[in-house]
Nanobody, 121 residues
């Protein structure tokens, strides 16, 4: 079991950058892949990126690759999502989740509380 706490997010103009963090206090954090998902109003939760438990093999939703970067430090029990060149259509509530590393949100049992990202044009 792991409890995820998210920090970061906020409002930024188009072209700007934000970094989200997802942290835990449990040692079991390093046992889990961590994924990021996002959900815009009226839309389904969609996959953003995932990083394996060891920190290797990051994977991104194809349209986000090159603008978003996922990384982790197991010693700090933290995963980061760095988002660059943000666009208005990146506006959503972002969630981190701990699991096996799939891209379907239904595969994840443990979730952060979510953090709002708003990008203005």
């Amino acid at each position: 079991q792991v409890q995820l706490v998210q920090t970061g997010g906020g409002s930024v103009q188009a072209g700007g950058s934000l970094t989200l963090a997802c942290s835990a206090s449990e040692r079991t954090f390093s046992n889990y892949a961590i994924a990021w998902f996002r959900q815009a109003p009226g839309k389904e939760r969609e996959y953003v990126a995932v990083i394996s438990a060891s920190g290797f093999s990051p994977n991104y939703e194809a349209s986000l690759k090159g603008r978003f970067n996922i990384s982790r430090d197991n010693a700090k029990k933290t995963v980061w999502l760095q988002m660059n060149n943000l666009r208005p259509d990146d506006t959503a509530k972002y969630f981190c989740a701990a699991g096996l590393g799939f891209t379907d949100p239904s595969d994840y049992k443990y979730w952060g509380q979510g953090t709002q990202v708003t990008v203005s044009s």
